[in-house]
């Protein structure tokens, strides 16, 4: 029986990819871990290896072309296999079925040349999900739904793996409610003059992603001014200091970032997840920030950043970005944050509230620096230079106080950034 390369799910957010390129012939030997073809998603542009041995038989799908997530792209045979008679390959299933692939859940991690199985969870005669029971105790502790998933165990079977790649459902659906819809409004018809933009895979992401943050997380928002005097000063002597050669300055945004990081060390309640019926408190900062793209949005992860000094941090953000707006990532490269920075003060923005980055619990907000009068010692007017910074938080997870704590502390480390360098 033949072996089907199917488009692989790169990432929990992928619901199609398009081929850019075969990097394996017809009648060429494939071995497993050969790379054979070049995927773009809706955030990189990736390499997709073969699980499997055999001769490339046939391609089913044509570069350039797009593809829903588990859809057959090639045929492998096996050592000595005859090949299928015409028309007995299924073929890849047409674009357009990713809007159906888009509207269902999520599929378990692809793996490339598997035999075709069906992409909905595989069930018994009794309309019981076949799944271990281990995926089943893992899909209880997370608020996991089994019916959602599909199964890459023998037969459709749902294991553990399945399980722990997959987002929770919300509160009410697994509990078997249905989420109440949200009516569309209409737009009105397109003029003459008007231009159409059909959605791209990551503009799609972004509008599924924030519609259900804002529709189904508690957003409650706070804000702070930090004097940003002592923060200029020292980046100012840091920058003087450093070695020209190297043409690498340390910006605002790396102090920030380092001082986010700290603070949610200091207050590590910030630095959690909800989680279905509990709350899932994380033992590593896992920084995100959020990095404009020609298509929208990417929020590349600086990993274990609590371990990492500010220098660190700003060479890692600096290489993320770099590679991110030339859509180079990994996927565990930009998966797995658990708190977001966004910073617009380089667009000349002075403040500004963000949308939550599901499922993290918090998202910090960063304005430009400004020059004010402000009150200084002995109630005289100065010049003072003024940092907005705001946050924005799920309330499910972190209470006001809470939140409160945080920015307090992120405030007392940018005002005394001696700190950030301990």
Do not use: C
Not at 15 to 43: F, H, P, Q
Not at 205 to 232: C, N, W
Request: net charge neutral; proline share 7%.
């Amino acid at each position: 029986m033949p072996l089907y390369i199917e488009m692989p799910k790169l990432a929990d957010t992928m619901t199609e990819g398009t081929l850019v390129k075969w990097r394996k012939n017809i009648g060429d030997k494939v071995s497993m871990g050969d790379i054979v073809a070049e995927v773009e998603t809706d955030k990189a542009t990736m390499e997709m290896e073969s699980f499997d041995d055999g001769i490339l038989h046939e391609y089913l799908v044509k570069v350039g072309e797009k593809v829903p997530t588990g859809s057959n792209i090639a045929v492998l045979l096996a050592k000595g296999e005859k090949a299928p008679a015409p028309g007995a390959v299924p073929a890849a299933a047409p674009a357009a079925a990713a809007a159906a692939a888009k509207a269902a859940a999520p599929a378990s991690p692809a793996s490339v040349g598997k035999t075709n199985a069906p992409s909905t969870a595989a069930s018994s005669a009794g309309g019981r999900v076949k799944s271990s029971p281990l995926a089943r105790k893992i899909a209880s502790e997370r608020g996991v739904v089994l019916e959602t998933l599909s199964g890459s165990g023998p037969g459709g079977r749902i294991v553990a793996r399945d399980v722990a790649h997959a987002n929770p459902a919300p509160a009410s659906a697994a509990r078997g409610v249905a989420a109440p819809s949200v009516a569309a409004v209409p737009v009105p018809p397109a003029g003459p003059n008007d231009t159409i933009i059909p959605l791209s895979g990551m503009r799609r992401i972004i509008a599924d992603r924030l519609l259900a943050s804002k529709t189904q997380i508690p957003h409650f928002y706070l804000h702070i001014e930090v004097d940003a005097g002592p923060l200029m000063k020292m980046r100012a002597d840091l920058n003087a200091g450093a070695d020209p050669a190297s043409g690498v300055k340390l910006t605002v945004n790396d102090f920030v970032l380092k001082a986010v990081v700290a603070a949610a060390v200091k207050v590590p309640a910030a630095n959690s997840a909800f989680n279905g019926d509990s709350i899932l408190q994380f033992g590593s900062v896992g920084l995100s920030v959020a990095v404009a793209v020609d298509e929208g949005l990417v929020t590349p992860v600086v990993r274990d950043a609590q371990v990492k000094s500010l220098r660190q941090i700003s060479e890692a953000i600096k290489d993320l970005a770099t590679r991110a707006r030339a859509k180079k990532l990994k996927p565990d490269e930009y998966q797995g944050g658990t708190i977001t920075v966004s910073n617009l003060g380089s667009y000349g923005i002075d403040f500004f509230d963000a949308i939550i980055n599901p499922p993290q619990a918090v998202i910090v907000s960063v304005g430009a620096i400004l020059k004010k009068p402000v009150v200084g010692a002995n109630d005289t007017i100065v010049v003072g230079q003024r940092l907005a910074i705001g946050l924005s938080a799920d309330h499910r997870v972190v209470d006001g106080a809470v939140a409160a704590q945080y920015l307090s502390e992120l405030r007392r480390l940018l005002e005394s950034p001696a700190l950030l360098l301990v």
